[in-house]
């Protein structure tokens, strides 16, 4: 008695190749990169505005200047 042979199947493997992890777009590095600058150079200028004993408005308007030069 004969058998007949079982069908093979002749599909191509699928590729090994992962897509690429996807990356933050360029303007959401820029922007964390810009805050943290920013909060850095705050700090930095409350910490100058605390030395100098400055209060109130005096200190307001100093941190605001100090912060955009």
């Known amino acids: 008695m004969l058998y007949a042979a079982a069908p093979t199947a ?3 493997p699928a590729p ?5 992890p996807i990356a933050a ?3 959401a590095d ?3 990169a810009e805050a943290a ?3 850095i150079r705050r700090t930095a200028c409350l910490k100058e505005a605390k030395a100098k004993k400055l209060v109130g408005t005096a200190r307001n308007d100093y941190v605001k200047d100090c912060i955009a030069h």
């Open 25 to 27: 777009p360029p303007a």
């Open 10 to 12: 002749s599909h191509a």
């Open 16 to 20: 090994s190749v992962a897509p690429p």
């Open 37 to 39: 600058a920013r909060h």
């Open 30 to 32: 820029n922007f964390a």
